[in-house]
Every structure is written in C-alpha cells, then in structure tokens.
C-alpha cells in the first residue's frame, strides 16, 4: 500500500480539523519491541464523524490518546486546526470505555468539572452541566452518586460531561463496548441525533464493524501489528441509522469483515512463522 | 444501630455489675483490685476538681500540635516521595523501615536531644505519626487510576488543580486510613511520653496516682484515657471513613 492512499476527508481547499501526519509509536518490551503504529496519515475534516476500526490491539486506544495529547507520537505530528498538538488541552476531550467518572462527585459534579477547570462560574456552569444532562436524558439523576449509576447511565453522564466542554474535537475510545446490546442501538441513535444538532467534530474508535458503519461518516480500517491505514469507507445514508437491518450498511459491513479476515490470516501466518524461527 | 448500642449498653452494665461482685467478694484487698464504687467517686471526684479536664486540655493541645506538625511533614515527605521511583526506593523504605520502631523507642532519644521537657514529647508524637501518614500520602497518590488523571487533562486540569480537585480527593479513601493510624501511634506515644515528665497531661495524673498508690485514681483515669481515645478514633475517623466509603460505593469495611 502506497503511504498518502488515505490521506482524504478533508473538503479540497480547507485546513483539516486534525491532521495526522506520519504518526509512529513503538513500545519497548522486555523482549524486544512492539510496533503499535506505523506510518498513520489521515486528516479528520471539521464536523466529520469518523470511525477508525480495527482489531483489539491494533493501536487504536494508542492513537487517540495521540490525538488527546496524552501521548506522544515517536515519529510523525498531528496538527490541530494547523496547530501541533503538543499535550493534552479541552479542545480534545477523551471519552473512555471505562466511564472514569469521578466517584468522589455528584452526576452533575461531574459534567460540571471540565467547566470548572475552565474558570466558568459557579451558576453558570450549573446551568450549562444541567443543559447536557438533559440532553442525554438524565435530567432526574443530577444529584446521584457514580456509584448508583448503572453502566449505560455512567456513559450518559461522562458523554455529557465531554459535550458540557464544547470542545474542537470529541474523541471516543469503544465507549460504548461494555454495555448490553439494547443499551448501545439506544446510544448509536441518540449520539447520531446529538452529532447532528450540535455539528460536533467526532473521532471514533472501536472494534466493533457494524458500530464503526453505523455511526461514521467514513470508516478507517487499521491494520494489526503494526497498526497502518489498511483502506477506507465512505459510508452514506441518512441518519439516524439503525445499527441492525439495514441492508446497504449491512454489506458495507460485511466488505469490512471480509477485508479483516485477510487482515488475520496474513497475521496467523507471519506470527506462525516468526514462532517457528 | 439503635439495637446494637442498646446491646453495649446492657453488655456494659453486665461488666460492671460482675466487677462489683468480684470486687465485694474480697479476694484481693481493695488497694490491688479496685471497687466500681471507689472509681466511680475517684472519676466523679476528678471531674469535679477539673483535674481531668485541665489534664484532657492539656494532652489535647500537646496532641494537636503534635500532630498537626506530623500532618505538614507526612503529606509534604508523601507528595515528595510519590514524584519520583528514585525519591520512593531511597526516603521512602528509609521512612518505612523507620516506621517498623515502636514510636515510644524515640523517647531515649529524645530525651538526650530535647531534655525532659515539653519539646521531648512533642517530637515522639511527631516521630509516632508521620511514618504512617507519609506512606499513606505516597501510596494513595502512586495509587490513583491513570484513567482519572488522565480524564482530568483532557479537561484541562493541570498542576496544583490536578492535585487538589482529582489526586488527593482520588487519594482519599486511602489517605484517610493513614492519618487514622499515625493518630492512633501519636495517641499512645504522647500517654508513654507524659508519664515521664512532670507535663500536667493524662499521662501525668496517672503516674500521680501511682505516687499516690491510689489505684482508684489510676484506674479513673485510664478510663478517660480509653474513652477520648475511643470518641476521637472511633467516633470522628470512623464516621469520616465511612461518609467516603459510602460515597464511593466501597461498602462498609470492618472497622
Ligand atoms: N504502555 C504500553 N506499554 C507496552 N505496550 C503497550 C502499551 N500500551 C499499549 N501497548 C500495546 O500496544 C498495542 C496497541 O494497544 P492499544 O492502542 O491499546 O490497542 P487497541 O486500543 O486497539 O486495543 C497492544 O498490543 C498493546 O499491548
Ligand atoms: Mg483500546
């Protein structure tokens, strides 16, 4: 594969939201070393909604958290608005597959912190916490402890928690992973119709196709050991999508599927033969 | 609750009431096995004379400011000691090493340092404490899941916010049973520490009533001893512990 093959999304003539240019990360093992990514090109356009699939392990985690600023790349740079990102900042808020939820604080305590760091006052980020608690439909549990949330509910709150920030950028890291089926069709209908009031730019991860394809606007697909850009997809269709039954996303999915298990088996094989060295 | 107090009720009165009827069976003279009676009246007198109270005054300022010094140097040695591996594998087994001493081995010393006097006590329950708040300090920081600091900076914490609005509320649960314990060893070091010295503390009053061979003094005032200890240890930690355990969702410990 040609490196620059991937290098689209951004709409002819304008500065990407994010650029990720030539972004490598290795880490060092006891045993040698570990190739997480390698080579990463792509540019995220402003108001996109992008899914970046892969494998578990192929560096998707790493990748965001590049983006976030909370790592560092070894080689290569991702610019933000033509700006590089040199560490983390609330343009970029990071939501978790783990809620991180802070459990020393209320559901509200929490949307309301991201603001607080901001210096935003005592009443109105009150205000502005009680807005997006309501988006996500948890108007009623303001005042509940973490713990007396169930895990769908923690999402809910950490979701409006990243929007009570307005950031640049949401990045969000298989959030949606640990929650029972019903729960996530659930999400992927209302993050769709929130993307589509506020315009929000989103990065995506997961490892889950038919999520990926049901939610993104265009859906990278990343390789495993090392992680690379092994194809996109354009994904159109009017939203809110359903993440089940609908044929045309269904075979989209189903192209992506097929090209993972090429994907796998180069991967069995190599790994078949290192062993046998 | 309200059974489980009923029952230490009736349980304390029991205990009381097999004390008398030991006591009144004159198996031992009553200079060696008190009576009820006699420490009732040794409390009541001790009370009414205010000399335990100046006496309970006086330990508690010497234990305030004691452990207030013990407070300052614990969370700024744990601080320290959780910025870096190098500061953990040096200071920090240093100060754990040193926290294996029973805090009343630092009397000797200083003794030889500070004199009989005021100064001497206060630092052994300074020594007492700070081991067990430090290494609570440094475990709990060390101890914060990533994830949260990692949240935190995404949404724009950094520096002194990190730590005071995530690090140290994350620490807490943690911190808490630290500071608990190093109360715990300064308590007992400063009682060891007043029976020395003329200090006008607890400490004091019961080695008067040794002097005095009145067991009933002494035993009225291990008593009061026992119960500020069991008020402030049991009552004020515990319930602090417990508020964060059930705000956390952790459930109740053992206590
Ligand atoms: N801090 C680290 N040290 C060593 N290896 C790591 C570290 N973080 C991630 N890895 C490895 O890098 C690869 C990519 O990890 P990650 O980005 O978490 O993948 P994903 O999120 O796609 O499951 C994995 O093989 C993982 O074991
Ligand atoms: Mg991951």
């Known amino acids: ?277 | 609750m309200g059974e489980t107090s009923l029952t230490f009720i009736v349980f304390c009165m029991a205990a009381i009431l097999a004390w008398h009827m030991v006591a009144e069976a004159g198996i031992w003279p009553d200079y060696v096995f008190p009576s009820p009676s006699g420490v009732f009246s040794a409390l009541a007198h001790g009370i009414t004379d205010e000399s335990f109270l100046h006496g309970t005054i006086a330990s508690l300022k010497r234990m305030a400011m004691g452990f207030g010094i013990a407070l300052v140097v614990g969370i700024s040695l744990g601080v320290a000691i959780s910025q870096s591996k190098h500061i953990e594998h040096t200071l920090g087994t240093l100060i754990l090493g040193v926290q294996t001493l029973p805090s009343i081995c630092w009397l000797p010393l200083a003794v030889l340092w500070f004199g009989l006097s005021d100064k001497a006590i206060m630092f052994v329950v300074v020594a007492g404490a700070v081991g067990s708040i430090t290494m609570a300090i440094s475990s709990g920081i060390s101890n914060v899941p990533p994830i949260y600091i990692n949240a935190a900076r995404t949404m724009g914490a950094k520096e002194l916010n990190l730590y005071y609005e995530v690090i140290f509320p994350a620490a807490l649960p943690t911190i808490i049973a630290g500071v608990r314990q190093g109360w715990s060893f300064a308590w007992r070091s400063l009682m060891a520490g007043e029976l020395i010295y003329v200090s006008a503390g607890l400490g004091q009053l019961l080695q008067v009533g040794r002097e005095l061979n009145d067991i009933n003094q002494v035993v009225a005032v291990m008593f009061v001893i026992m119960s500020i200890g069991f008020l402030i240890e049991r009552l004020f930690f515990t319930s602090i512990e417990m508020d964060v355990r059930k705000k956390w969702g952790l459930g109740a410990k053992r206590a």
Not at chain 1, 42 to 59: K, M, Q, R
Not at chain 1, 108 to 120: A, D, H, S, T
């Open chain 1, 1 to 277: 594969m040609k490196k620059g093959d991937s290098k689209t999304g951004a709409r002819e003539g304008r500065v990407p939201k994010i650029s990720i240019q030539g972004v490598s990360k290795e880490f060092h093992m006891k045993d040698g070393k570990l190739s997480a990514l390698d080579g990463i090109d792509i540019d995220v356009g402003e108001g996109e909604f992008l899914c970046i699939v892969g494998p578990s392990g192929c560096g998707k985690s790493t990748l965001l958290n590049i983006i976030a600023g909370l790592q560092m790349p070894e080689k290569g740079r991702v610019l933000m608005g033509g700006k590089e990102v040199r560490g983390p900042g609330p343009d970029r808020v990071v939501m978790f597959q783990e809620s991180a939820l802070f459990p020393w604080l209320t559901a509200i305590q929490n949307i309301e912190f991201g603001l607080k760091m901001k210096g935003v006052g005592k009443e109105e980020r009150r205000g502005i916490a009680l807005h997006y608690l309501n988006l996500v439909n948890l108007k009623r549990f303001e005042n509940s402890l973490v713990h007396e949330l169930s895990g769908g509910m923690k999402q809910r709150v950490a979701l409006a928690r990243a929007l009570a920030m307005e950031p640049e950028v949401l990045l969000m890291d298989e959030p949606f992973a640990a929650l029972d089926a019903q729960s996530r069709d659930q999400f992927h209908i209302e993050l769709q119709q929130i993307w589509m009031k506020t315009g929000q730019t989103i990065v995506f991860v997961t490892h889950n196709v038919s999520e990926a394809v049901c939610l993104g606007d265009r859906v990278i697909l990343l390789t495993y050991r090392p992680g690379r850009v092994k194809k996109e997809f354009r994904v159109e269709y009017p939203r809110p999508r359903e993440s089940r039954g609908v044929p045309k996303l269904g075979s989209i999915a189903s192209r992506i599927l097929s090209e993972l298990r090429v994907e796998f088996e180069r991967y069995m094989k190599e790994a078949l033969h290192d062993g046998r060295n």
